[in-house]
């Protein structure tokens, strides 16, 4: 069985909208989970997280204009659930960083799918498509530069607190 170019697009689609709904669940419980240790860090998921939602619904949008069931949605994104536990269930005592990297590296998984689909848009000669892609992408770009400032400080924050509190035997 062969797989047509507009039928890849499409499942691509679908495992965008699942990531977006999975970035979402993730943010959101991440937020609170940092909210003591950097409430600018968990300000700025919670405003991602709105962000997520909005271009879940712009997916879904985008699939239902090319002819897509969007019936099924909700069970693709019911199985990438697992996904987002793997990188938000971790946390450990040094979980501010880790969530930090999860973020981080999750952003980047976005930018490459957005990336890929962008091209695969070129291909299916849908320039709708490729606008909606392009904003996303610019999105998550400007999440991955905020992330990428946020990560030293936080860092070197994380272990200034823990060396003060080792010292003072907490
Ligand atoms: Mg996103």
Do not use: N
């Not at 939602?53 to 985008?62: G, M, S, T």
């Not at 909700?74 to 973020?103: H, I, R, W, Y």
């Not at 930018?111 to 291909?123: E, N, T």
């Amino acid at each position: 069985m062969t797989t047509t170019s507009h039928e890849h697009l499409m499942h691509w689609l679908r495992d965008a909208h699942a990531m977006e709904e999975q970035a979402e669940d993730m943010l959101a419980k991440t937020a609170s989970r940092v909210a003591d240790d950097s409430p600018e860090f968990a300000s700025r998921l919670r405003d991602h997280a709105s962000v997520s939602k909005v271009q879940a619904q712009h997916l879904r949008e985008c699939i239902a204009r090319l002819g897509g069931d969007t019936s099924a949605l909700k069970d693709l994104a019911a199985k990438a659930v697992g996904t987002a536990q793997a990188l938000s269930g971790l946390f450990t005592s040094d979980e501010v960083v880790k969530a930090a990297l999860a973020v981080y590296t999750f952003d980047h998984m976005e930018i490459g799918s957005y990336r890929s689909l962008m091209a695969a848009a070129q291909v299916a000669g849908d320039p709708d498509t490729l606008r909606m892609c392009e904003l996303h992408l610019a999105q998550e770009q400007e999440m991955a530069l905020w992330m990428e400032s946020l990560l030293p400080g936080l860092t070197q924050r994380f272990l200034r607190q823990s060396d003060l509190q080792a010292q003072s035997g907490a």
